[in-house]
């Protein structure tokens, strides 16, 4: 069974780092094919993906976040991180891990995490 | 603004049948492959379709998808007031290099 369970801070302040930690279980992120992406959701808003990493470590950013975003992991761990520096009150949102699957450049998230919430206020 | 385009709400009585559009370019949707995924009130997205048109395991088959040129359209058929919930569609953007999704559809059973 594959399950991805997303844990960070539920509050940051105002240009902080936020990190989120991803732990998954069930597969392997050093399986061809096997990725893991970030996503986040703002209140009453649309999904937004913000990174991937693969299983052979290439990494994929969002081109509007990517000068604060670095997407990292820990395969003995079953980990993976994402850091989103310089935060402010409009990166308030539900933050998702999902489980993605590749070939080529075809990207999909077959299995999500419950998400974790994130405030930004001073 | 997203970089696909999908209509913001559709609605259709219980049975019936309702279309979604996602609509793209030759760098997205034109040459990969799109994924659309279901997300109800209150609770995580799922995977309810990739590769344009495959149902992962325990999606019924009332929900089916295709892909022409640029554009994509995810029908949901026997409409159920379960249903209702936020649709989205998504797919490699080749020249962003990136993942794009749609802004997102609400379905609204009557």
């Known amino acids: 069974q594959v399950t991805l369970r997303e844990s960070g801070p539920a509050l940051v302040k105002p240009t902080q780092t936020l990190t989120l930690t991803c732990t998954f279980s069930?597969?392997?992120?050093?399986?061809?094919?096997?990725?893991v992406s970030w996503l986040r959701q703002p209140p009453g808003k649309a999904l937004e993906w913000l990174a991937v990493i693969d299983w052979d470590d290439d990494k994929y950013y969002n081109t509007s976040l990517k000068t604060r975003l670095t997407i990292s992991r820990d395969t003995s761990k079953n980990q993976v991180v994402l850091a989103l520096t310089d935060m402010d009150p409009v990166d308030t949102a539900t933050y998702y891990c999902?489980?993605?699957?590749?070939?080529?450049?075809?990207?999909?998230?077959?299995?999500w995490g419950k998400g974790t919430t994130v405030a930004v206020s001073s | 603004q997203s970089v696909l385009t999908q209509p913001p709400s559709v609605s259709a009585a219980p049975g019936q049948t309702v279309s979604i559009s996602c609509s793209g370019s030759?760098?997205?949707?034109?040459?990969?492959?799109v994924s659309w995924y279901q997300q109800l009130p209150g609770t995580a997205p799922r995977l309810l379709i990739y590769?344009?048109?495959h149902r992962p395991s325990g999606i019924p088959d009332r929900f089916s998808a295709s892909k022409s040129g640029t554009s994509a359209t995810l029908d949901i058929t026997g409409l159920q007031t379960g249903d209702e919930a936020d649709y989205y569609c998504?797919?490699?953007?080749?020249?962003?290099?990136?993942?794009?999704f749609g802004g997102g559809t609400k379905v609204t059973v009557l």
């Open positions: 998504g797919t490699w953007d080749s020249s962003l290099s990136a993942v794009v």
């Open positions: 999902a489980r993605t699957r590749n070939y080529y450049y075809d990207y999909y998230m077959d299995v």
């Open positions: 590769d344009n048109n």
């Open positions: 069930g597969f392997s992120l050093n399986t061809a094919g096997m990725c």
């Open positions: 030759s760098s997205n949707i034109g040459n990969n492959y």
